[in-house]
Structure formats: structure tokens, C-alpha cells
């Protein structure tokens, strides 16, 4: 089973930008679908972006749309978040989750069954 770490969270301003790393270790994201999804205090786990590797897609939520990329490094074995322009509603704790075939969705937590423990992003104004 793949185990998946996520690195790269902290503290911010409001206009700053934050690079999170999910690492997997024990399988390679050469052929899976890896999405980041972020969870705030008493609320649901939302989702933010997704890549694909068997279609080549990728899926942004409207809310970060414009100002996170997603991204692979086949060579680190890693899905990096890059998050620009950065508001206090992004605070949250950012989780990377993957799965090795199509689960019905890329957009819900339902669609993935392997997950890390999150990292922490703390946005400031």
C-alpha cells in the first residue's frame, strides 16, 4: 500500500505564495490520480485540484482556479500544489490523495483510498 506525506504547509499572508509536496512512497504516481483536497475547522473536506495521469487531466475547484497549479515530478515521485495569491479562506489543513483507477470522481474525498496525514496552511490578513 502507498503511503503518501505532504510537506510544504506553514504560515502566510494574505497575497503570499505556499508550495505543498505530496512524496509517495511504495508505489509511483506514474499511474494514478492524485488529488489535494483541504479541510477548515468544522467543515467538510473540499475539494482543490486533481491530475490525472491515464487522461492527462486536471481539475481545479472554481475557488483556487486561476491561482493554484498542480503539478507532477516524475523524477521526485511527487504532486506539488503550487498556491498563489493566497487569502485567509484558504486556511486549512491540506490533505494529497491518490488512487490507481477511476472511482466515479476526482472531486470527492469517495474518489481516492489512499491518503495522507495532512499538512497544516495557516493564512494571515
Known amino acids: 500500500q502507498v503511503q503518501l506525506e505532504e510537506s510544504g504547509g506553514g504560515l502566510a499572508h494574505t497575497g503570499d505564495s505556499l508550495r505543498l509536496s505530496c512524496a509517495a512512497s511504495?508505489?509511483?504516481?506514474?499511474?494514478?490520480?492524485v488529488g489535494w483536497f483541504r479541510q477548515a475547522p468544522g467543515k467538510e473536506r473540499d475539494f482543490v485540484a486533481a491530475?490525472?495521469?491515464?487522461?492527462?487531466?486536471?481539475y481545479y475547484a472554481d475557488a483556487v482556479k486561476g491561482r493554484f497549479t498542480i503539478s507532477r515530478d516524475g523524477t521526485k515521485n511527487t504532486v506539488d500544489l503550487q498556491m498563489n495569491s493566497l487569502k485567509p479562506a484558504a486556511t486549512a489543513v491540506y490533505y494529497c490523495?491518490?488512487?490507481?483507477?477511476?472511482?466515479?470522481?476526482?472531486?470527492?474525498?469517495?474518489?481516492?483510498?489512499?491518503w495522507g496525514q495532512g499538512t497544516q496552511v495557516t493564512v494571515s490578513s
Open positions: 490523495a491518490a488512487t490507481t483507477y477511476y472511482r466515479g470522481t476526482y472531486r470527492l474525498p469517495r474518489g481516492y483510498n489512499d
Open positions: 491530475i490525472v495521469s491515464w487522461n492527462g487531466g486536471i
Open positions: 511504495g508505489r509511483t504516481f506514474s499511474r494514478s490520480a
